[in-house]
């Protein structure tokens, strides 16, 4: 297949009279594409290794972690893909590379922003170029000729920061914008290089830092406080940029500039739940935007003056005990600019979420974190989504979907293929704190709480069980499933389910975010919430009888929400916790506050859009 220059400047999000399409059999399996589908595996963690090349070759930039040669040893590669990104092979890079660079639409050459920091750069495909630069900053890379060379350099900032994002050019104006990270004379600040020459010169704006996180409740001690950092900026329609920042608040920051970079709003908080994540805005070839992040909420911070084990930079919030929130991602769209948003779907579930040697596996050589934040899109013909994400080679990937999926009006699960679409981890005490030795980095060991029990009335196949089995070994014992749904503000849910004799019943929330099975607190942030409790009643309703299935039926909309079990009575449930954003989320978890084996079953769920009621 071949695509020309005109390809790339799509992908940029420039202007463009249009380009030419790959292969017949390559749009086909394309079109086929609608919900998430698994295609490879990033080499280095995601953010900034992906670039789309004039004749349609996609490269993912990376490196080869060798033990054993004279030490450790770090080659760098590229995984490349000519079919669109439905397949890619290896290439391993001989010579220097500056790892992925985006081609300018001025001047044709390729260019990207690296820090050289006093630190060895050994763990980055670009570790030869940035040896080749004297002084620590920031410095624009250049080639004429691609990714591979030959290079010049020029400082584009006197201060180190990681920098997560590739430069952005404007569609509106010769302007070059890079998101920086740095920190000046106090806490870590958002900002951007701006270049008006093509990226010869730079220049500097910063933002005021967000705040620190506060102890107080549900917390117990700081969070790592990482004030604000890795901040994506997209163009607007009307010319202005959008920031969105990662925060150690429960959600990003946002800010806005009116004359494409100069000048900034403060940072506040934005409507997207996330907390130490990273977040990625996208502007797609019809206009939309597309936002990838964490929706989800970690679990309260312990006290952790009486937490055994954590250093006193981590006691501070300098840095982290354990990330409790990195193993859901998800996406969302906009047609308006992002003043109205849907979707805030699933894109993906960490494969290693219920492991028991989670902070071990897979060793820590390539990367400490074992998360699905961070991500990078590019977008490929028909429209489709290419997303690199994800931290660790177990847990990283490469995926393809088509963004029209995120608008579904519907959605079931009668648990025919399994818990592949729930999360239902607990926690196992583990080593606190980042990395000891060989034994993992800011993470619990896990193990499948909720679980897949054979049906009670003996027919061939299973139910869910959400219970309570006391260990000792687990920091929280209660039992919890999550299940995401396409977010609307009219909606309904159906579940049918069965409390066994002796059930101590069941917490049933309606939220607008991932909240982790076993969360404590989840019922004080939830929009609605069922208690159902050891005599069958549903909020004090008489509604469950021993060991008979019942159908329970949620109904809501913007205003108001109410349920009913069968055909008896409709009862209001009352709002707890506002939201922006609308319901995503139906979070079940034991009532249990001792051993309860037989829990409460559900053997169906299922979800649709609703019209608003009158």
Not at 505 to 525: A, E, I, K, T, Y
Not at 586 to 592: E, R, T, Y
Request: hydrophobic letters at 35%.
């Amino acid at each position: 297949m071949r695509w020309t220059i005109t390809t790339l400047l799509v992908l940029a999000g420039l202007p463009t009279l249009g380009f030419a399409q790959p292969d017949p059999e390559t749009l086909k399996t394309l079109r086929r594409i609608y919900a998430p589908q698994v295609v490879g595996v990033p080499p280095e963690n995601a953010c900034r290794g992906l670039m789309v090349l004039p004749g349609g070759e996609i490269r993912h930039y990376g490196f080869r972690h060798e033990a054993g040669k004279k030490g450790d040893a770090y080659q760098p590669i590229y995984i490349s893909s000519r079919d669109g990104g439905l397949s890619w092979r290896e290439v391993t890079v001989e010579g220097a590379t500056a790892g992925a660079m985006v081609r300018s639409p001025w001047s044709g050459d390729y260019l990207t922003v690296l820090c050289k920091t006093g630190r060895p750069s050994h763990e980055t495909a670009a570790a030869s170029v940035l040896q080749s630069i004297d002084g620590v900053g920031l410095f624009a890379v250049r080639s004429l000729q691609g990714p591979q060379g030959p290079f010049t350099h020029s400082r584009a900032g006197v201060h180190t920061g990681f920098t997560a994002r590739l430069p952005l050019p404007l569609r509106e104006r010769h302007r070059w914008v890079q998101p920086i990270q740095c920190r000046v004379d106090g806490p870590m600040q958002p900002g951007v290089l701006l270049s008006d020459d093509d990226g010869a010169t730079w220049r500097e704006v910063l933002l005021p830092s967000p705040p620190p996180h506060r102890v107080e409740w549900p917390h117990e001690g700081v969070r790592w406080q990482n004030y604000g950092c890795e901040p994506t900026v997209v163009e607007l329609s009307d010319g202005r940029l959008w920031m969105l920042i990662r925060t150690s608040q429960d959600c990003h920051y946002e800010a806005f500039s009116a004359d494409r970079g100069e000048s900034w709003t403060a940072p506040a908080p934005s409507r997207f739940y996330a907390t130490i994540t990273m977040p990625l805005l996208f502007r797609m070839r019809d206009g939309r935007l597309l936002v990838v992040w964490n929706n989800s909420t970690s679990l309260p911070e312990l006290n952790h003056d009486t937490q055994p084990g954590l250093n006193r930079s981590e006691r501070e919030g300098g840095s982290e005990d354990f990330f409790t929130n990195r193993d859901v991602l998800h996406a969302a769209v906009s047609t308006d600019d992002g003043r109205t948003w849907r979707g805030f779907r699933e894109l993906y579930l960490n494969e290693r979420r219920n492991d028991v040697d989670f902070r071990t596996s897979g060793g820590n050589a390539e990367s400490l974190d074992k998360s699905i934040h961070q991500s990078q899109a590019l977008e490929l013909p028909e429209g489709k989504i290419l997303l690199a994400f994800g931290q660790h080679v177990a847990c990283r990937r490469l995926i393809i979907f088509d963004p029209n999926w995120l608008l579904e009006d519907q959605r079931e699960d009668n648990f025919a293929f399994g818990l592949g679409g729930w999360s239902v981890q607990q926690y196992l005490k583990s080593v606190a704190g980042n990395l000891r030795g060989v034994s993992g980095h800011c993470a619990y060991n896990r193990r499948a709480g909720a679980s897949l029990v054979p049906h009670p009335d003996g027919l061939p196949r299973e139910v869910l069980q959400v219970a309570r089995h006391p260990d000792p070994r687990l920091v929280y014992e209660v039992e919890g499933a999550v299940w995401n749904l396409p977010c609307w503000p009219c909606g309904s849910l159906k579940l049918r389910l069965r409390m066994p004799k002796g059930s101590q019943g069941m917490q049933l929330c309606l939220v607008d975010r991932w909240f982790n099975p076993v969360d404590p607190v989840v019922s004080h942030f939830a929009q609605r919430v069922l208690h159902l409790d050891a005599a069958g009643r549903i909020n004090d309703v008489p509604c469950l009888q021993p060991d008979a299935w019942a159908e329970l039926e949620i109904r809501w909309d913007k205003e108001k929400a109410r349920f009913r079990v069968g055909n008896d009575a409709w009862h209001e449930l009352p709002g707890i916790f506002p939201t922006r954003n609308g319901i995503s989320y139906l979070h079940l978890q034991s009532a249990a506050t001792e051993a309860d084996p037989v829990g409460v079953l559900i053997e169906s769920v299922a979800a649709a859009a609703a019209e608003e009621s009158s």
